[in-house]
T-cell receptor, first 110, second 114 residues
Framework: QKEVEQNSGPLSVPEGAIASLNCTYSDRGSQSFFWYRQYSGKSPELIMFIYSNGDKEDGRFTAQLNKASQYVSLLIRDSQPSDSATYLCALTGGGNKLTFGTGTQLKVEL | EPEVTQTPSHQVTQMGQEVILRCVPISNHLYFYWYRQILGQKVEFLVSFYNNEISEKSEIFDDQFSVERPDGSNFTLKIRSTKLEDSAMYFC????????????FGQGTRLTVV
């Protein structure tokens, strides 16, 4: 049984700051890792994915993966009020099924 | 930009009735999925579908549920004899040809069983 753990938050950061969202997982066989953003009442929206150890940058977003520590993170630079949402960490193993964490609520304050 | 579309956006049904949720996946995708999210809880996998058959299903996906690709574009989830605890957001998703690639979600169908 794959488990994905996230702090539910809320994580509050001021506008313009860096938001750091963290996720740990239990199954060492997990292969692909995804960050989704979910606004209240809406569907998950893919932000980025990472397969290899290290950092992957896409605009204001950086995903970090450390398979030895079973840890994935998402950094959001220059946080904006529109970034306020729940951020879902998800992973796949050998197949395509996504296993989600409960999500971290991010609040970007003016 | 291609997107996954779901209908209806909201469905209210009486307990014991059958419902069919519909999805049109992204046109060149080959893997299709149903997930559900009970209010306040995490997104849960129900079933994946590839090459006209179920490739994986969760413990939630019991005999009450079935999926079908009736034509070249639609993908449906049928829930027979609905129960109050089936009330949730149901999301359809699709992903591309390579295993492990990212899945894109539809806007969801909110199912309310009364």
């Amino acid at each position: 049984q794959k488990e994905v753990e996230q702090n539910s938050g809320p994580l509050s950061v001021p506008e313009g700051a860096i938001a750091s969202l963290n996720c740990t997982y239990s199954d060492r066989g997990s292969q692909s890792f995804f960050w989704y953003r979910q606004y209240s009442g809406k569907s998950p929206e893919l932000i980025m994915f990472i397969y290899s150890n290290g950092d992957k940058e896409d605009g204001r977003f950086t995903a970090q993966l450390n398979k030895a520590s079973q840890y994935v993170s998402l950094l959001i630079r220059d946080s904006q009020p529109s970034d306020s949402a729940t951020y879902l960490c998800a992973l796949t193993g050998g197949g395509n099924k996504l296993t989600f964490g409960t999500g971290t609520q991010l609040k970007v304050e003016l | 930009e291609p997107e996954v579309t779901q209908t209806p956006s909201h469905q209210v049904t009486q307990m014991g009735q059958e419902v069919i949720l519909r999805c049109v996946p992204i046109s060149n995708h080959l893997y299709f999925y149903w997930y559900r999210q009970i209010l306040g809880q995490k997104v849960e996998f129900l079933v994946s579908f590839y090459n006209n058959e179920i490739s994986e299903k969760s413990e939630i996906f019991d005999d009450q549920f079935s999926v079908e690709r009736p034509d070249g574009s639609n993908f449906t989830l049928k829930i027979r004899s609905t129960k109050l605890e089936d009330s949730a957001m149901y999301f359809c998703a699709s992903s591309g040809v390579i295993r492990g690639t990212e899945a894109f979600f539809g806007q969801g169908t909110r199912l309310t069983v009364v």
